[in-house]
């Protein structure tokens, strides 16, 4: 397992963006697979876009799709996720988590995974977002 810092949320506007970073304790980052997750209080938690640090391959889920953008500065084990466009229902809590890209299926394929989380054993300790109208 890494260490996963994430930072970056806060409160904005409808039609405003946000940056959020993820950066992990590891000399090995281009190995890994980073996901962002995003939970709304009641609800189960959601990925939204994944990026497998080595070959910066995304993926993205749709209703994020044209307005998120997922990032890494390997140099840096540093993860972005630059969210534009943001909308009300767009709050939440947002995580990112990390695996060992070995152990996994490509990015597009763990969005045809339903319980996609859980192939993640690093997490980082959420970042509060609240788009207002």
């Known amino acids: 397992e890494v260490q996963l810092q994430a930072s970056g949320g806060g409160l904005v506007q409808a039609g405003g963006s946000l940056r959020l970073s993820c950066t992990a304790s590891?000399?090995?980052?281009?190995?890994?697979?980073i996901a962002w997750f995003r939970r709304v209080p009641g609800k189960e938690r959601k990925g939204l876009a994944v990026?497998?640090?080595?070959?910066?391959?995304?993926y993205y889920k749709d209703s994020v799709q044209g307005r998120f953008t997922t990032s890494s500065d390997n140099a840096e084990a540093t993860v972005y996720l630059q969210m534009n466009s943001l909308k009300p229902e767009d709050t939440a809590v947002y995580y990112c988590?990390?695996?060992?890209?070995?152990?996994?299926?490509?990015?597009?394929?763990?969005?045809?995974?339903?319980?996609?989380?859980?192939?993640?054993?690093?997490w980082g300790q959420g970042t509060q977002v609240t788009v207002s109208s």
């Open positions: 988590a990390a695996a060992e890209s070995i152990s996994l299926p490509t990015p597009r394929l763990l969005f045809e995974i339903s319980s996609m989380a859980r192939l993640f054993d690093s």
């Open positions: 590891t000399a090995t980052f281009d190995h890994y697979t």
């Open positions: 990026i497998r640090c080595g070959d910066q391959s995304v």
